[in-house]
Nanobody, 118 residues
Framework: QVQRVESGGGLVQAGGSLRLSCAAS????????MGWFRQAPGKEREFVAA????????YYADSVKGRFTISRDNAKNTVYLQMNSLKPEDTAVYYC???????????WGQGTQVTVSS
């Protein structure tokens, strides 16, 4: 297992930006592709962004493409999600997880709340 702690969420106005962090622990962190998911109130959890297994490609949900960027610092065992041009519909709890083809592999952590006001 790779333990993860998400942070960086908050309240922001529409059009603003936030950068989420996912600090992971465990010596196997480098063995996994990592991704971000989110769950809005009353909705199912959905895929947001992820690295491919090789780490050479990134994937994004259509709803965030061009606005969100996933990045990774292996030296710090941390994955980031830079979110720009935020919209009220981006309001959700954001989670990171190990992934395979956009499918989460591990239990969910606490997540970090992102609230975008109009």
């Amino acid at each position: 297992q790779v333990q993860r702690v998400e942070s960086g969420g908050g309240l922001v106005q529409a059009g603003g930006s936030l950068r989420l962090s996912c600090a992971a622990s465990g010596r196997t962190f480098g063995n996994y592709a990592m991704g971000w998911f989110r769950q809005a109130p009353g909705k199912e959890r959905e895929f947001v962004a992820a690295f491919s297994w090789s780490g050479r490609s990134t994937y994004y949900a259509d709803s965030v493409k061009g606005r969100f960027t996933i990045s990774r610092d292996n030296a710090k065992n941390t994955v980031y999600l830079q979110m720009n041009s935020l919209k009220p519909e981006d309001t959700a709890v954001y989670y990171c997880n190990a992934v395979l083809d956009k499918t989460p592999l591990m239990d969910w952590g606490q997540g970090t709340q992102v609230t975008v006001s109009s």
